[in-house]
């Protein structure tokens, strides 16, 4: 039985040219600044999404935390979306490590809103804590890999400043929000003052990810970096592999956002599945099985007994996810939905009074 891998965009393996330039790569002692595969990794980033510097980091939740420590001290407060994966799904590490206070608004349908934002920003007097940081995800993971625009950025980003608060962008997926707008990354990452993104998610390297931002940010997070354990020496080894998703693996970004399309569309023509498949723009499917066709948990069990990987968002929501990725093509996807509409067209039809 072949598996069927839609968990998440992180299954995806590193490219045969990824191995190659692996086996290849030169490397150096990355603590003494020294791999140059590493600094390579690390300029050409930082070129791409428009800042100064970056410092590659071994996970998305390493890079955030390098973005949100060195831009806030202990008591400050962090403004955030209620859904934001900083604030779900990170362990509460900035509060636990950073001493820091997280302030959530509604995260709507990924974008806060500008007046929730205004309203979450403490005055300078009296005895509340400072407002330091504003936090915008993009995609948005937990909001079905919803995106928000340069325009949405650069108003919340605005007013943030304004104000005198840094922002912090978990981009983790940066790369499918640009492409599904069509826009140069810049766009999304030129109002914020430090952007994270992933290249071991939809660019398909085995580890890493980067936080870029300004020189003296970046100085400052790369010591966040050193004191959480994250420093590495060789690290031109994986580098090497995140150098080549970010120069080629890129473009075939649209490729997934299709292949979400074409299953977000299956989902909807199955009888007891619940989905806005129009609120489908990147490679991340969200979507629910009518509570009177069958409960979720026993769902997503019945598709991993036929070979299909499915998650539940937040461990325990109704809400099932599939995401959209290199590994898997519009084969697995007609597959995966033959699979999921056998499950629910075998389960007989609750006895109703006629
Ligand atoms: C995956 C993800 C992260 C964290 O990345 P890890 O490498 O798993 O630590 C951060 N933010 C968002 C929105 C993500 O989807």
């Known amino acids: 039985m072949k598996t069927l891998e839609f968990r998440s965009d992180t299954f995806t393996l590193p490219t045969p040219a990824m191995r190659k330039a692996m086996a290849d790569a030169e490397v150096g002692d990355d603590q003494y600044g020294e791999d140059p595969t590493v600094n390579r990794l690390e300029e050409r980033a930082a070129e791409i999404v428009g800042k100064e510097a970056g410092v590659y980091v071994g996970s998305g939740m390493l890079g955030n935390l390098c973005g949100v420590l060195s831009q806030a001290g202990r008591g400050d407060e962090v403004i955030l979306g209620d ?10 590490a900035f509060t636990v490590l950073g001493g820091l206070h997280g302030r959530t608004i509604p995260n709507r349908d ?21 407002s330091a940081l504003l936090c915008l995800e993009n995609s948005h993971n937990n909001c079905g890999g919803s995106v928000i625009t340069g325009a949405q950025t650069r108003a919340a980003a605005h007013l943030a400043h304004e104000r ?9 997926r940066i790369f499918n929000a640009a492409a599904a707008l069509g826009v140069d990354v810049k766009e999304l990452t030129g109002p914020v003052d430090t952007v994270q993104f992933c290249f071991s998610k939809g660019l398909s390297a085995p580890v890493g990810s980067i936080l ?17 354990g994250g420093a590495m ?3 031109g080894v994986i580098a ?23 299953l977000a ?7 007891g599945i619940k989905i ?12 629910e099985v009518e509570r009177s066709a069958m409960d979720a948990g026993e769902f997503q069990k019945a598709c991993a007994e036929r070979g299909l990987r499915i998650s539940r968002y937040l461990g325990n929501s109704p809400r099932l996810r599939m995401v959209t990725h290199a590994n898997v093509g519009r084969a697995d996807v007609d597959a995966a939905l033959s699979i999921m509409s056998g499950i629910l067209s075998a389960k007989p039809e609750p006895v109703t009074a006629r």
């Open 83 to 92: 859904l934001a994966h900083i604030y779900q799904n990170e362990m509460g």
């Open 110 to 130: 990924g974008m806060p809103s500008l007046e929730d934002i205004e309203s979450a920003i403490r005055p300078s007097v009296g005895a509340f804590p400072r």
């Open 164 to 172: 005198g608060l840094k922002v912090h962008l978990d981009g983790a």
């Open 212 to 228: 870029c931002g300004p020189r003296d940010t970046v100085a400052r997070a790369r010591k966040v970096r050193k004191l959480l």
């Open 233 to 235: 020496r060789q690290a």
């Open 240 to 262: 090497a592999a995140a150098l080549v998703g970010l120069e080629t693996m890129r473009d075939r970004l649209v490729d997934d956002h299709v292949n979400a399309r074409a």
């Open 265 to 271: 569309d299956g989902l909807a023509a199955i009888r």
């Open 276 to 287: 806005d498949a129009a609120n489908v723009v990147t490679n991340i499917v969200s979507f």
